[in-house]
Structure formats: structure tokens, C-alpha cells
């Protein structure tokens, strides 16, 4: 069985993520959410709060799982036996800065292959930062995220 990682932040996740996910679990035997902590990186939603709603998102994909991790994503990816680092693209502008992260990844552990899955266009402008951005100023969001993550950040607020 094929595992794939498909890391980030998912700070919250979006229907853009899902999409790449909902593909991705198609593809591979097993999927990995692995939510990263990164200390350096102010984030909006706990790792914990992050876990909960991916789970609750995700729950019609069985061979979905959800993780978190800290450090490199190709150690992580190493100890839990994945061959593949799964990354979505919304648009061209994404496509530099994920070639970069993908060499590196390569030089860093050859054996470790990425996989980019375009997203559906109507997710192409969507991104966590731009969720956040839209909620924080009184916007409505529930176009964007699962309902369930609509409802519990709409509760936060």
C-alpha cells in the first residue's frame, strides 16, 4: 500500500485542501493530514483545534488519517513509511515557490517523490490566509471551509 504525507499548516483547513485530499485518497492506499507545528509561525487555530476539525472534515475518506509533526516533513514522512509528499497548486504563482520545496525535499531524501494534484478551478483563490483575513473582518466564509469548520470558527469569533 502506497502511504502519501500531505503536510501543512491547515490553519483552517479549506475546501481547496479537501479537494486535493478528496483526490489524493483516490490515488493512495493511505493518506497522511500531517498538521505542522511550527513555533515559528504565529497560528490562528491551535494544532489541537486544527486536528479536530480536519477529523470531523474528513471522516467520509477511510484511509484518511491525521497527524501532527514538528520538524523536517521528509523525516516525518520516513518514519511513518510514506514514499510520497502530496502537494496541491490553485495556481501558477504556487508552482515556484512548491518546484523549490520539492528539490529540496529530493536532495534531502531521494527515495521520497512529490506528487502535485491541481486543485477544481473554484477553489484556485482560496487559501487559509485569505479565510482568516474574510472571518476576522465580518465576512462570510461558509463558502470556502466544511461546514463544520464554518460553524466552529463562526463560534470563535
Do not use: W
Not at 77 to 96: M, Q
Not at 107 to 114: A, C, N, R
Amino acid at each position: 500500500m502506497t502511504i502519501a504525507i500531505y503536510p501543512g499548516s491547515f490553519d483552517p483547513i479549506t475546501k481547496g485542501h479537501l479537494d486535493v485530499l478528496e483526490t489524493g485518497s483516490k490515488i493512495f492506499g493511505k493518506v497522511i493530514i500531517a498538521v505542522s507545528h511550527n513555533i515559528n509561525k504565529k497560528s490562528f487555530l491551535t494544532v489541537e483545534e486544527r486536528i479536530k476539525l480536519i477529523k470531523e472534515s474528513v471522516k467520509h475518506l477511510p484511509n484518511v488519517e491525521v497527524d501532527a509533526f514538528e520538524g523536517l516533513t521528509v523525516n516525518y514522512a520516513k518514519k511513518c513509511g510514506a514514499e510520497i509528499l502530496l502537494r496541491g497548486l490553485r495556481a501558477v504563482s504556487d508552482f515556484e515557490y512548491e518546484m523549490q520545496l520539492s528539490q529540496t525535499n529530493s536532495e534531502l531524501s531521494p527515495d521520497i517523490k512529490t506528487v502535485f494534484l491541481i486543485t477544481k478551478p473554484e477553489y484556485n483563490f482560496i487559501s487559509s490566509s485569505t479565510v482568516k483575513e474574510i472571518l476576522l473582518n465580518g465576512g462570510d466564509i461558509s463558502k470556502f471551509v466544511s461546514e463544520t469548520v464554518y460553524e466552529y470558527l463562526k463560534g470563535k469569533i
